[in-house]
């Protein structure tokens, strides 16, 4: 088998795959690789497919847990739009300023890449729920702004509700008697 690159302190390497029935699995592979390939349902007779997980990474110079982070990732990668939203509800915004904005507001923990973030806005854009506009800048070089439309107000407040229903139901489910604690 072939061997996998040295890992980076405080860096973390997963397995992904495509499961029919599970869904898309992510493995955490230990020094051991040969056991989490015949753990993984997929026929994946190498782990080309091994990556190490770099947002664990910068957290863990940082001091936080890693594992919380991957977590906390995985929760918020879904809500990319209403995050968005969420930064223009006030004043339009060009790019960088609404990376800035989400990274500030999280203290630095959660940062949308930049691929995101543009597919993002190309996606809000074409769904009519954010238009752009080109700003006119004294200095430097012209800002693309985003402006949320009406369309998008409403689906944002209907995603923080249902975001805000998801939240009580999983706290509900946590709070169970008989959970170990």
């Known amino acids: 088998m072939a061997s996998l690159p040295a890992l980076r302190s405080g860096e973390r390497r997963f397995h992904t795959c495509a499961d029919r029935k599970r869904g898309v699995l992510r493995?955490?592979?230990?020094?051991?690789?040969?056991?989490?390939?015949?753990?993984?349902?997929c026929t994946a007779s190498s782990m080309r497919d091994t990556?190490?997980?770099?947002?664990?990474?910068?957290?863990a110079s940082k001091g936080a847990t890693p594992a919380s982070e991957a977590f906390a990732s995985d929760l918020l990668r879904g809500h990319t739009d209403t995050i968005v939203l969420a930064t223009l509800r006030d004043t339009d915004r060009y790019g960088y300023e609404i990376y800035k904005t989400i990274r500030d507001a999280t203290g630095g923990e959660y940062e949308i890449k930049e691929a995101t973030l543009y597919a993002t806005f190309r996606r809000l854009v074409n769904d009519g729920l954010v238009e752009a506009h080109w700003g006119d800048e004294s200095q430097g070089g012209r800002r693309k702004y985003y402006a949320i439309t009406d369309a998008g107000r409403a689906v944002f407040r209907r995603a923080v509700a249902n975001w805000s229903a998801t939240q009580r139901i999983i706290n509900t489910l946590l709070e169970l008697k008989g959970n170990p604690s």
Do not use: Y
């Not at 990556?51 to 957290?59: F, H, L, R, S």
């Open 27 to 41: 493995l955490p592979v230990s020094d051991e690789v040969d056991r989490v390939v015949r753990a993984c349902p």
């Open 51 to 59: 990556v190490p997980d770099m947002a664990d990474n910068t957290k």
